[in-house]
């Protein structure tokens, strides 16, 4: 009989039970049973409670639910109740799932060798095809970055061998600003040379450099000392620092210079205006060490008596601005201690004017504020825009067959006219009226509107209540006076609210000033004045309009207080009559296409005085002798010459002067 013997799951020899005599009966068998349960058994290791989640391949579970080592000898010979092998199984399972607690705690995935073949297969060739394509990504790298780096070595010899002139073409197919492409064109150059004092520099680049410096020089620094930009060194800059006159006056070889470069210009471009204003600046006294000469007092360049001992606080600039053209050149700067005399002025008018003529522009007009000095000066010209004897121009110096009109500036008008009717609350005109308050009242009612919903959602509260800073704000003026308030008032007074139903007067005098600053400030040639424009009937509708309104107040049946001002009236009469009949000449007898009554204005002027209070820094009022430096440095950087000791280069024998704005 064949009997297989099994013992807690495990297969056993029947000899290893000790069983002597054969099996061949039933008694036989159930002697081996009597027998089996007599023997000692091994009792296993820990239960598999204990060890739930572990997977050993040296043990096994049983058939109670005991984990037991593969080598269990099952049946024990010694006293003992477990066998040497699955004592020792305490330990290798204690270390599994020690193992496997640290990989779960780690995110780490279980071993390959824990999971099933199947799985394991698809792994190994999940990571194989990711091997393969990190190499042939790895290949491909390699190739690419060995062609880039030829492309570099080739590239850099191109730009070394490259032309001033091919440099040019390619920089000016890039679509970038003016300034940008001088930054770039420097790195190029500057990539040139490994030694950095083999380098040079363009007049605009040190141009640049010297603005940069004196408005930071710890920016200077910083950009210099980490290659950010081929900067000169502070040397350098230095050095040209100290070839810049503080100097007043007219310039004979600056005259020169411009007179070169007007006759590269056709007879469009020559024409222009000349545009003078004042800068409050701090008094201070400056020693140049080379010429031992003093700055920053009164001085009004060889005009007899002009130079004093007295400190100067006003720096006055006179500026020609093209009317064919986009450019405005400073011409001359004068120191002043308070207000420059309406005297001094028209001397100084008069001798830019030949000048310029004889520098070859065509000065057809000048333009200044309402300053009491400004008015001062037109008297000396025979200016008047009082409502009995009006002139607005006078014979040109230069040519009798001439004449130069003069100009208030626009901005500055419609702010005292909104100063005006701010002040006064009311103002009467053709038997109408205009309220401050229907502004007061249309901007509380509009602010209570959602902001996506709003009429006049330009309008705020510095426009409602200015500030004196904010009085001197040409924008919050010209908001004010704008077709989008006129309309809101409208709008308001149609839906019944109250203090808004009678504004019409209100409506009417915003729009004739709306109207009215429009056609002074035309900047774009598709709105420019030509034969029969629209604006030229808006501006002499205007100048009837300011006629009557004066007629009515002269002969009280107004009050005085419900008209503009004097100054403000006159300013205005003159810039109106002076604006039709300058674009009337323009048109017929220099033959313009269209007039930008935008470019009779100052504001040229005004970005200029903005530029040295920026590159001022804190200082928005710089000293006398800075302010000198700065404009000659802005105005005379094309003729500056490089130092004994080079490290620049003139950009030929031509220069650029015109200054852009």
Known sequence: MNIRTVLLGKAVLTEKIQHSGPISTVENVGGLLKHAEEIRLCAGGPSTLEYPDVEPKSAFVDMYDKWRHNSCQVILNTNSSVCKKCTSLSDTLRIHQKRKLENKRKGKAQGLRTLPWQQNKDKIAALRRANYAL???????????????????????????????ELDVKLSQMNLPSAQLTAVKECISAARFENKKSRRYTEGWLLMCLLLHIRSPAAYSFLRGNDVLPLPCVTTIRRYLSLVRAKCGFDSRFFAAVKKELATKNEFQRHGILVFDEMQVLKEVSVHSKTMTYSGYREFGDIAGSTTNDLADHGLVFTFRAFGDDYSQPIAAFASKGPTKGTTLAQLVLKAIFLLEEAGAFVDALVCDGATTNRSMWREFGISGSLQHTRHSFTHPADDTRSVYVF???????????????????????????????????????????????????????????????????????????????????????RGTDDLQNVKGTVLFTKKFNDLFDALNRNHPKEGITNGS???????????????WEKEAASGKIARASFLTDQTAEGLRVTVLSTLELSRYLLKSCGFKYVLTGKFNQDVLERFFGIIRHVGGQNEHPSMPTFLQLYNMLSFYSLMKPTE????????????LCTKH
């Open 135 to 165: 190499r042939r990504s790895k290949s491909r790298l390699l190739k690419r970055f060995k062609n880039l780096s030829i492309e570099l070595k080739q590239a850099r010899q191109r730009i070394h061998t490259l032309s001033e002139e």
């Open 408 to 494: 208030s500036d626009a901005p500055h008008l419609m702010k005292c006219v909104r100063n005006r009717l701010h002040a006064q609350k009311v103002l009467c005109f053709n038997g109408e009226r205009a309220h401050w308050a229907h502004y007061d009242k249309l901007f509380v009612e509009d602010g209570k509107q959602p902001a996506h919903l709003r009429v006049c959602f330009k309008i705020t509260f510095a426009h409602i209540n200015p500030t004196n800073t904010e009085n001197m704000r040409v924008k919050l003026a010209t908001q004010t006076f704008s077709r989008n308030v006129a309309d809101g008032l409208e709008f308001f007074s149609a």
């Open 534 to 548: 629209k604006d030229l009937r808006v501006l002499a509708s205007f100048l009837h309009w300011l006629n009557t």
């Open 645 to 656: 000791i080079r490290n620049c280069e003139l950009q030929g024998s031509q220069e650029t």
